[in-house]
């Protein structure tokens, strides 16, 4: 990111705007319309300002003489637009003094730039390429003000009004945040942005006990709590709605080594992450740490998420965490995610049920499949069964063993597809007697094995020469 948005307090002394034409123009008008106050430099000698509200022409200060030498004193920016070489001139000097400066349309001698803006009152939203695409930007302005209520203004608003008497009856930070959120997500931010303020101000005086409406304790402290959460296999787009909502709500997040950071970068900016999973090479803090730090930060008060691979409920140890919460006495709740099985039978077109031929799924952690003794392979022998194998890289000898041993057909189709949903996905389809050689062609994990006829309905089975798919030795194997 080389632009930083920032918001400029238009109150605190003038722009400098140096230029003439339509380019300028336009300028002024949005300047003007924003509040500011604007000493204008024109280029070709024409200052005429008609077409704005008089009360904005009348913060315009119509400047005369050479613009390279206006006192430069209490300016907040300088915005060259339409100026011609004077444009690069005056980018030097303001650089000089260390002042603001926008070239239009001159990125190397701009020192900020402008976004496209959603303006809703209070509530300004500014969208910005880093100043390559004005176009792509305003595509996204288009679907913030479709998505963005019309009156979110006037909730900012709003909530102006009564901060600082609420400041003053909840001292306590992450509570009185606690606070906003309830008042912003429940039915008194539905009043205000049903146009009912009103109500909606009566409805916030009738709060008696703000500590308690936050969910605090009666010590004044908010209460903590820690939502396991599901973040699916790895494309951030597979979030479910509250999952995004808990990752925006956090304080902390403990997160596992299969969390991708395009995933991570979808949490509140100020929420602390720690990775408590395994690193490349070296082993995690160990279940009992990771419990232990939960509890203790949920104890403090704080909102707790614990973000993990695909779904917490899936060879996840979810199960084990919960049951430390309870045990604990720490409030809880699991928000699920698209488990990898699914994700790699989406992404495949893998379909892992299918009318008379697939009417059973498993789902099997290889975790300890080289030790035959701990897998029952004779369960698996239903032809109709679809084995989805999780954790089962270097254990595929093992499972290709387990099963032809157990009288699966060694000419099942099976599909070994990594990283799946993520930029560099791979998949890798034949049949279950080449399975460790199909493994072998893959480029490392984590990696997800599904074995069935149902995979020779898979996209890469279908079509062997399409991009994704790494390898297949299908025509081998015919
Ligand atoms: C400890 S398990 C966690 C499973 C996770 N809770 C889930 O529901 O997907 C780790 C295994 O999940 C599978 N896995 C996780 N993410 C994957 C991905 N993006 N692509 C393929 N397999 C994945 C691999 O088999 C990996 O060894």
């Given at each position: 990111?080389?632009?930083?948005?920032?918001?400029?307090?238009?109150?605190?002394?003038?722009?400098?705007l140096?230029?003439?034409?339509?380019?300028?123009?336009?300028?002024?008008?949005?300047?003007?319309?924003?509040g500011?106050?604007i000493?204008?430099?024109?280029?070709?000698?024409?200052?005429?300002?008609?077409?704005l509200?008089?009360?904005?022409?009348?913060?315009?200060?119509?400047?005369?003489?050479?613009?390279?030498?206006?006192?430069?004193?209490?300016v907040?920016?300088?915005?060259?637009?339409?100026?011609g070489?004077?444009?690069?001139a005056?980018?030097?000097?303001?650089?000089?003094?260390?002042?603001?400066?926008?070239?239009?349309?001159?990125?190397?001698?701009?020192?900020?730039?402008?976004?496209?803006?959603?303006?809703?009152?209070?509530?300004?939203?500014?969208?910005?390429?880093?100043?390559?695409?004005?176009?792509?930007?305003?595509?996204?302005?288009?679907?913030?003000?479709?998505v963005?209520?019309?009156?979110?203004?006037?909730?900012?608003?709003?909530?102006?009004?009564?901060?600082?008497?609420?400041?003053?009856?909840?001292?306590?930070?992450?509570?009185r945040?606690?606070?906003?959120?309830?008042?912003?997500?429940?039915?008194?931010?539905?009043?205000?942005?049903?146009?009912?303020?009103?109500?909606?101000?009566a409805?916030l005086?009738?709060?008696?006990?703000?500590?308690?409406?936050?969910?605090?304790?009666?010590?004044?402290?908010?209460?903590?709590?820690?939502?396991?959460?599901g973040?699916?296999?790895?494309?951030?787009?597979?979030?479910?709605?509250?999952?995004?909502?808990?990752?925006?709500?956090?304080?902390?997040?403990?997160?596992?080594?299969?969390?991708?950071?395009?995933?991570?970068?979808?949490?509140?900016?100020?929420?602390?992450?720690?990775?408590?999973?395994?690193?490349?090479?070296?082993?995690?803090?160990?279940?009992?740490?990771?419990?232990?730090?939960?509890?203790?930060?949920?104890?403090?008060?704080?909102?707790?998420?614990?973000?993990?691979?695909?779904?917490?409920?899936?060879?996840?140890?979810?199960?084990?965490?919960v049951?430390?919460?309870?045990?604990?006495?720490?409030?809880?709740?699991?928000?699920?995610?698209?488990?990898?099985?699914?994700?790699?039978?989406?992404?495949?077109?893998?379909?892992?049920?299918?009318?008379?031929?697939?009417?059973?799924?498993?789902?099997?952690?290889?975790?300890?499949?080289?030790?035959?003794?701990?897998?029952?392979?004779?369960?698996?022998t239903?032809?109709?069964?679809?084995?989805?194998?999780?954790?089962?890289?270097?254990?595929?000898?093992?499972?290709?063993?387990?099963?032809?041993?157990?009288?699966?057909?060694?000419?099942?189709?099976?599909?070994?597809?990594?990283?799946?949903?993520?930029?560099?996905?791979?998949?890798?389809?034949?049949?279950?007697?080449?399975?460790?050689?199909?493994?072998?062609?893959?480029?490392?994990?984590?990696a997800?094995?599904?074995?069935g006829?149902?995979?020779?309905?898979?996209?890469?089975?279908?079509?062997?020469?399409?991009?994704?798919?790494?390898?297949?030795?299908?025509?081998?194997?015919?």
């Amino acid at each position: 990111m080389r632009f930083l948005p920032v918001f400029l307090d238009l109150q605190a002394g003038p722009v400098l705007l140096i230029g003439a034409g339509e380019l300028a123009r336009a300028k002024l008008r949005l300047l003007a319309a924003a509040g500011a106050r604007i000493r204008w430099y024109t280029t070709d000698g024409n200052h005429d300002v008609s077409g704005l509200e008089p009360a904005d022409a009348a913060r315009i200060e119509l400047a005369q003489g050479d613009p390279l030498a206006a006192d430069l004193s209490g300016v907040i920016a300088i915005l060259c637009a339409g100026a011609g070489d004077i444009g690069t001139a005056m980018s030097a000097r303001a650089k000089a003094v260390g002042l603001p400066v926008n070239v239009m349309d001159d990125l190397s001698h701009s020192t900020f730039i402008f976004p496209a803006i959603v303006d809703r009152g209070d509530v300004v939203v500014a969208i910005g390429t880093g100043g390559a695409s004005p176009v792509v930007a305003r595509r996204v302005r288009e679907r913030i003000e479709a998505v963005l209520p019309a009156r979110v203004g006037d909730l900012a608003s709003f909530i102006g009004r009564w901060r600082k008497l609420i400041h003053n009856r909840i001292p306590e930070f992450t509570l009185r945040r606690r606070f906003w959120e309830r008042v912003v997500d429940g039915p008194i931010g539905a009043l205000v942005l049903a146009g009912r303020k009103d109500e909606a101000e009566a409805a916030l005086k009738d709060i008696s006990d703000p500590t308690a409406f936050a969910g605090g304790l009666a010590s004044g402290r908010a209460e903590g709590k820690v939502t396991l959460v599901g973040a699916g296999p790895g494309d951030p787009d597979l979030l479910t709605i509250r999952a995004l909502r808990a990752l925006q709500d956090a304080d902390v997040i403990f997160y596992d080594e299969l969390v991708s950071p395009e995933i991570l970068d979808r949490a509140r900016r100020d929420a602390s992450r720690v990775p408590v999973g395994r690193r490349v090479g070296k082993p995690g803090i160990g279940q009992h740490a990771i419990n232990k730090l939960m509890v203790e930060a949920a104890r403090s008060g704080q909102r707790v998420v614990r973000l993990k691979g695909g779904d917490p409920f899936v060879f996840g140890r979810g199960g084990e965490e919960v049951e430390a919460l309870r045990e604990a006495g720490v409030a809880y709740s699991v928000v699920p995610g698209i488990t990898a099985g699914l994700g790699a039978a989406a992404q495949f077109e893998v379909p892992l049920t299918f009318r008379h031929e697939a009417l059973r799924i498993t789902f099997l952690t290889a975790h300890k499949a080289k030790d035959a003794q701990t897998v029952d392979w004779s369960t698996l022998t239903d032809e109709k069964m679809t084995v989805v194998v999780y954790m089962g890289m270097t254990a595929a000898p093992s499972v290709r063993a387990g099963l032809l041993a157990a009288g699966r057909s060694p000419q099942t189709p099976v599909g070994v597809f990594a990283r799946v949903t993520r930029p560099d996905v791979q998949a890798a389809v034949g049949t279950l007697d080449e399975l460790p050689a199909l493994v072998e062609q893959i480029d490392g994990g984590p990696a997800i094995l599904i074995i069935g006829d149902v995979v020779a309905h898979s996209a890469p089975w279908r079509q062997p020469n399409l991009n994704h798919v790494i390898t297949q030795l299908l025509e081998a194997a015919e």
